[in-house]
């Protein structure tokens, strides 16, 4: 009987979200690093249509009604093998940047005082999440800047070396990084969006806590969406700039910050361009 209780209670206090006590560092960092790949990867073809979309002023072969017509629309006049142009530069850049947003994250939290007790830190949490933002971007920034370079319509770059020495040549080390601090503020709030909406939705979902991956996916699903709304604002915003040197906008081509570049899609679409719902809407706008 005694033996039935010791294990009812080990169950009840078994936390299934835990890590493992001889779950080192190295570990941390090496799944984040599959992890990041993972997801670029997968969702590649999605990026590169929502890069396409946000572009300012595309060519006339740019233009495109909607998902399934940039779809169709590419895989029949490039190939379907260009909905995936520029993703080594993911492959490359993701692996190293998850790494070190996982085992900063964990070395911050554990100066922080994060993992003292069993209690909850939040403010150990929120000082290392930032922290490791900061650290993942810095690294992930240029890679991204490649990756969109090689995505958008028209693109000459065929390899990411190739396409990182002409974009260093011609514009210069600054441009690898004149989107960061917009990156930063825009993945510090997804973040804490996506983390706020996963809580609540995980919460109304399984309020018992059990074990149900079913519930981890719809409210991961649902995070991400919820987070995304909120940021794709800044996120247009990251496109303008990361993409600016292969713009066919002379201004879009000058645009020298956060602020610069949201006046110009402001004074271009209005409040309009910004709404992840109108993206279509912008590159059918010169049509």
Same mark, same amino acid.
């Given at each position: 009987?005694?033996?039935?209780?010791? *294990?009812?209670?080990?169950?009840?206090? @078994?936390?299934?979200?835990? #890590?493992?006590?001889?779950?080192?560092?190295?570990?941390?960092?090496?799944?984040?690093?599959?992890?990041?790949?993972?997801?670029?990867?997968?969702?590649?073809?999605?990026? =590169?249509?929502? +890069?396409?979309? %946000?572009?300012?002023?595309?060519?006339?072969?740019?233009?495109?009604?909607?998902? /399934?017509?940039?779809?169709? /629309?590419?895989?029949?006049?490039?190939?379907?093998?260009?909905?995936?142009?520029?993703?080594?530069?993911?492959?490359?850049?993701?692996?190293?940047?998850?790494?070190?947003?996982?085992?900063?994250?964990?070395?911050?939290?554990?100066?922080?005082?994060?993992?003292?007790?069993?209690?909850?830190?939040? #403010?150990?949490?929120?000082?290392?999440?930032?922290?490791?933002?900061? /650290?993942?971007?810095?690294?992930? &920034?240029? @890679?991204?800047?490649?990756? %969109?370079?090689? %995505?958008?319509?028209?693109?000459? *770059?065929?390899?990411?070396?190739?396409?990182?020495?002409?974009?260093?040549?011609?514009?210069? #080390?600054?441009?690898?990084?004149?989107?960061?601090?917009?990156?930063?503020?825009?993945?510090?709030?997804? /973040?804490?969006?996506?983390? !706020?909406?996963?809580?609540?939705?995980?919460?109304? !979902?399984?309020?018992? $806590?059990?074990?149900?991956?079913?519930?981890?996916?719809?409210?991961?699903?649902?995070?991400?969406?919820?987070?995304?709304?909120?940021?794709?604002?800044?996120?247009?915003?990251?496109?303008?700039?990361?993409?600016?040197? +292969?713009? %066919?906008?002379?201004?879009?081509?000058?645009?020298?910050? =956060?602020?610069?570049?949201?006046?110009?899609? $402001? &004074?271009?679409?209005?409040?309009?361009?910004?709404?992840?719902?109108?993206?279509?809407?912008?590159?059918? *706008?010169?049509?």
């Amino acid at each position: 009987m005694a033996s039935t209780e010791h *294990h009812a209670v080990a169950a009840e206090e @078994f936390d299934y979200e835990a #890590l493992p006590e001889n779950y080192t560092l190295a570990h941390n960092m090496l799944a984040g690093a599959f992890a990041g790949i993972a997801e670029h990867s997968v969702m590649y073809p999605v990026d =590169l249509l929502k +890069t396409r979309m %946000q572009v300012l002023n595309p060519g006339a072969g740019g233009l495109y009604t909607g998902l /399934t017509h940039a779809v169709s /629309t590419i895989s029949r006049i490039e190939g379907w093998r260009a909905l995936w142009k520029g993703v080594s530069s993911v492959i490359v850049g993701a692996g190293p940047a998850h790494a070190v947003y996982f085992g900063t994250y964990e070395v911050v939290k554990e100066l922080a005082g994060g993992n003292v007790g069993s209690g909850h830190h939040p #403010l150990a949490a929120a000082l290392s999440g930032a922290a490791a933002t900061i /650290t993942s971007d810095a690294l992930m &920034n240029p @890679f991204d800047v490649i990756k %969109q370079r090689m %995505q958008v319509h028209g693109s000459t *770059h065929r390899t990411l070396v190739q396409c990182a020495r002409t974009v260093y040549r011609t514009e210069g #080390l600054r441009a690898f990084y004149v989107s960061y601090p917009t990156t930063l503020c825009m993945t510090i709030p997804f /973040t804490a969006a996506q983390f !706020m909406a996963y809580e609540s939705t995980s919460k109304i !979902m399984n309020p018992t $806590k059990r074990y149900d991956p079913f519930t981890h996916c719809i409210a991961g699903g649902l995070a991400g969406a919820v987070a995304a709304a909120v940021t794709t604002p800044l996120d247009v915003i990251k496109t303008v700039l990361q993409t600016r040197g +292969t713009a %066919q906008d002379p201004e879009a081509r000058t645009a020298k910050g =956060l602020f610069n570049a949201a006046r110009l899609i $402001k &004074n271009q679409y209005g409040w309009a361009g910004f709404p992840p719902w109108n993206a279509t809407k912008n590159n059918c *706008h010169n049509a």
